[in-house]
């Protein structure tokens, strides 16, 4: 049955093998994370693995059986539930003493909660028998937090028949989701990330899982992560017209996250959040005139009024009190904590080495690359196993990976059937390409180097949690790659749960760097140094470049005034060095927007 998380943040989706367990070492606390699905070779390491930790019997998968990846995740999940179920019943029946894992349910809980402000009620009464009803009512009152699926929808990948035609129905986001739809997951929502997939979207209408039970009750959610209001209009009404509801919309900042980066066209955090907190009310009622009648076109029943739609929001939080601005003064109903919780080994899966590297990140050590196959730029830790091999291959004159898992293959170039660009195959051909090609020594050097950037991610991002727990995932290729947000460099320590989440709710402070600068001004940074790069990458401007330059400069203008009306009606702790580094960003920006106007 659908409950609600006691805790007003949630830890996001991390890479693929970062957080492929969280649930598992989190949701008995009560606490929401988040899975990625896309990697079903990792996931059937991960069955066996637990199989063999909850002492089932495990029968593989192979992926040579029909519907082979679907069934993995579907039993993956229904593996985990059973797990947590258990860790949940184990944790309500355990004994109130220090230590024990019912009193840090209760001890990691936000202080303004109704259910700690009951446990320390408990603690006072000294009549046995109203202590024995009350402990019984704080048992049956614990709820485990929820278990969360992510699904990148451009991870799209047609699988072919024996004849090489596509499957129907048989892509990898759409087999994820059916592996999803299809679990006995009941406290539940799925993620979808990285934009519109109508095909996915559409696949997504013949399902009841996603159905209404009543009003706000759902077994299944849908979840979008989105980076402005305009992506939750259009996306959140596609949906709706199909008869499924957007429960929430998950604000991840452009620039300021980890994994790969979808900038917007200058838009920043606080302007973003401002028009939900204005237009929240719009968008539901927005939704449900198109919701509604689709229900009842299907013979499903309608409902007087809109399900409710959360607004949370993630990307750079670093405080407690930048988590309490954006819930007091934007009203998001909560946060994700993503980066952070990389050096908390009791909710996510890091490896050692690459947690030691983590620990040890500088400012430089965390860069926006080519990494990606995808074509997006990927915020990437410097330093990781996986660049050494990546420049190893290319010292060895061998660039490029072999490509065996094939999920971000999408490169027709040189070949009928797509290809990924990090694969040794493409590269090959790519370099043969631009030594025949009639450019300059300077543009063949900044296309190779782009060339050779790029890393094989599916393997990368898996292979965490198969080196952490030495269980096999592929044979000779053991390289970790890592995703951390720019926040990273702002802890410099492994710490456990309950230290994050005193961090989070203000009762206390890990952070290694109290000087950094605030959350909405890191990412205004970023934002700068992102248009500065946009403009030295284009040799020959248009017209039309110079347009876009100028809009992108004015939204961050238009964010720093926001910004500076925010310290009149919100006190921040250092309200006058964020005014001053506000003041610098507008020099800048006004000096960049000057120069290219001169140009133009």
Known sequence: MQTTSP????????????????????????INSTLSIIEDNLIEVMRKYYYQQNNEPYVPISEKEPDSRARRITDYLNLMQRIVTSKMERLKHSAFETGSDIVKYFEMLPDSSVLKEKYHEWFSLSDSTEKQNAEKLLRESLVPGAIEVNIMTKVDKDQLDKNKE??????????????????????????LSAGMNPRLYNYMEGFTAFDAYKLGGFYKKVIIKVSDYRSALIQGKYLAKKGIWVSEFRIESGLNCGGHVFATQGLLMGPILQEFKEKKQELQDSLFELYNPAIKAKGKPSFGKPHPIRITVQGGIGTSEEDTLLKKYYNVDGTGWGTPFLLCPEATTVDEK????????????????????LGVEFNYLRGTTAETERLNRIGKDKPGSPCTEKLLESNTEF?????????????????????TLNISKQDYDKQVEDVLSKECLCIGLSNAAPALYE??????????????GPNIINFSKTTSLREMTDHIYGRADIMQKPNRAALFVTELRLYIDFLKKEIEGVTSPTVRDYKSWDKFSQNLLDGIEHYQNLTINYILENAIKFKRELDFAKVEILKVRDSQLQLG
């Open 7 to 30: 805790h007003s943040f949630h830890i996001p989706v991390m890479g693929i093998a970062f957080t492929i367990d969280s649930p598992i070492k989190v949701a008995h606390f009560g």
């Open 166 to 191: 596509p499957i129907e129905n048989g892509s990898d986001a759409i087999t994820a989701l059916k592996g999803y739809a299809d679990c006995n997951l009941g406290n539940s929502a799925v993620v």
């Open 354 to 373: 690459t947690l030691e590297l983590l620990a040890k990140s500088k400012e430089n050590d965390v860069v926006r690359s080519k990494a990606s196959p």
């Open 415 to 435: 070949t009928k059937t797509p290809i990924c660009t990090a694969s040794s195959k493409y590269q090959k051909l790519k370099l043969a390409q631009l030594k």
């Open 471 to 484: 269980v096999p995932f592929l044979k000779k290729l053991p390289a970790v790659t890592i995703c951390p």
